[in-house]
């Protein structure tokens, strides 16, 4: 090989280098971004919802001994955003967070409790749940860099049998009343398998449409459940996505323990 040959062969190597060297510092600086944009998501996320909780928490009011909500604070929350439908409240404080309803379940998706852009959205009702409904059923993000915010909260309960009996009871209050229920069942739904088997509906109209779908989420059940359910039971469902398994959604399946005024 000649002199000149070595010389634009190393040149070409410094030249194929350098570009290595660019590429792997543009792909450190794209993922730093997208870290950094994610925590501070995140943080607005957690700013909102502390700032609504608070909200809840000065506005008791009158409301019975050692209650968690109240009717000004639901009409306070009403004031602030038309859709609000409910407050969900679990009883050992795993998730405190209103619940909205559109007409749609694509809106609150990236909006925020005042309708502005926010990456980990609302939780939601289904648009066609009622509070006439056998089977309420809710939607909210799962943060894969958080146990805390949104619907995150729920994968913690598969971790031992002991964090699930702590958390495994929560209510929502309603306009008129509060509802209370347990949790009977959480699984992993596949998307791509598992569309039979539907989680949203408002109703289940017979008792065999009603034990297809129970026999198929009792027998996929990641916890033991405290509590029996029955077709003449009402239900609410949570469902949450899983981190980097975009064809799953953790479905969280509740019974109706009992309602009063509050």
Not at 77 to 87: G, H, I, T, V, W
Not at 96 to 107: L, M
Not at 147 to 159: A, D, V, Y
Not at 230 to 253: A, G, K, W
Request: proline share 2%.
């Amino acid at each position: 090989m000649t002199g000149k040959k070595r010389k634009l062969r190393k040149k070409m190597k410094d030249i194929t280098l350098s570009l290595i060297i660019v590429i792997l510092l543009g792909v450190a600086g794209f993922c730093g971004f997208k870290i950094c944009e994610e925590f501070h998501t995140m943080a607005l996320t957690e700013q909102e919802v502390n700032e609504l909780n608070l909200l809840v928490k000065n506005n008791i009011g009158d409301a019975k001994v050692n209650a968690k909500f109240s009717k000004k604070a639901y009409e306070i929350l009403k004031s602030e955003n038309k859709d609000f439908k409910a407050y969900l409240s679990f009883d050992n404080g795993l998730i405190s967070i209103p619940i909205v309803q559109s007409t749609d379940n694509d809106y609150y998706l990236r909006r925020s409790y005042y309708g502005e852009y926010a990456d980990l959205g609302t939780p939601f009702f289904h648009y066609a749940s009622k509070e006439t409904s056998q089977n309420i059923m809710v939607y909210g993000h799962n943060a894969k860099a958080s146990e805390t915010l949104m619907f995150s909260p729920l994968r913690t309960l598969l971790k031992s049998d002991d964090i699930f009996i702590k958390n495994n009871t929560f209510d929502l209050y309603f306009e008129d009343e509060v509802r209370h229920y347990e949790i009977v069942a959480m699984y992993w739904y596949d998307l791509t398998q598992d569309g039979e088997y539907d989680f949203t509906v408002t109703d289940w109209y017979d008792l065999d449409s009603y034990n297809h779908y129970f026999n198929f989420v009792d027998s996929k059940n990641l916890i033991i459940p405290r509590r029996n359910h029955s077709f003449t039971d009402n239900f609410v469902t949570f469902q949450t996505c899983r981190s980097n398994q975009p064809d799953f959604r953790l479905i969280v399946v509740s019974v109706e323990t009992g309602r009063e005024s509050y």
